[in-house]
């Protein structure tokens, strides 16, 4: 028996925002989207290299304010990545910590009042 990668499960309230900051402003790739019925909540995959997130517009899924930690093999690349968007992408500069919990990173927080945190582990 083995017990794979959890999920993390993120609430959204707007989809067209979600994508224009997890696909265009995070490089993430919509794997799938699923909706009960067209005027029904949106929920969907997105992905980028090892990195798998679910996104939900259903009210049980999840609170705003989660928080989900993510390591980075090059941390430094990422943080300059972003910071090279324009900012109405983004719409924040974050800040870089040299000793972070879980190494060396960056938090990032998306248009729902979840905290992405972008960890190099050491």
Same mark, same amino acid.
């Given at each position: 028996?083995?017990i *794979? !990668?959890?999920?993390?499960? %993120?609430?959204? +309230?707007d /989809?067209?925002? @979600?994508?224009?900051?997890?696909?265009? @402003? #995070?490089?993430?790739?919509i794997d799938?989207e699923?909706? +009960? /019925?067209?005027? %029904?909540p949106?929920y969907?995959?997105?992905?980028?290299d090892?990195?798998t #997130?679910?996104?939900? /517009? *259903?009210?049980?899924d999840?609170?705003? $304010? $989660?928080?989900?930690?993510? @390591?980075?093999?090059?941390?430094r690349?990422?943080?300059?990545e972003?910071? @090279? #968007?324009?900012?109405?992408? %983004? !719409?924040?500069r974050?800040?870089f /910590?040299? *000793? $972070?919990?879980?190494?060396p990173? +960056?938090?990032l927080?998306d248009?729902?009042?979840?905290q992405?945190r972008?960890?190099?582990?050491?």
């Open positions: 028996m083995v *794979h !990668h959890g999920i993390p499960v %993120l609430r959204i +309230f /989809e067209q925002i @979600a994508r224009r900051f997890y696909v265009d @402003a #995070l490089g993430m790739t799938w699923h909706r +009960f /019925e067209p005027d %029904l949106l969907f995959q997105v992905s980028r090892e990195f #997130l679910h996104l939900s /517009e *259903h009210y049980g999840g609170s705003p $304010g $989660g928080v989900v930690w993510i @390591a980075v093999d090059d941390v690349v990422l943080h300059d972003l910071m @090279a #968007l324009p900012f109405d992408l %983004l !719409h924040q974050p800040g /910590e040299k *000793h $972070g919990p879980g190494g990173g +960056f938090s927080g248009p729902f009042h979840n992405l972008f960890a190099q582990p050491e």
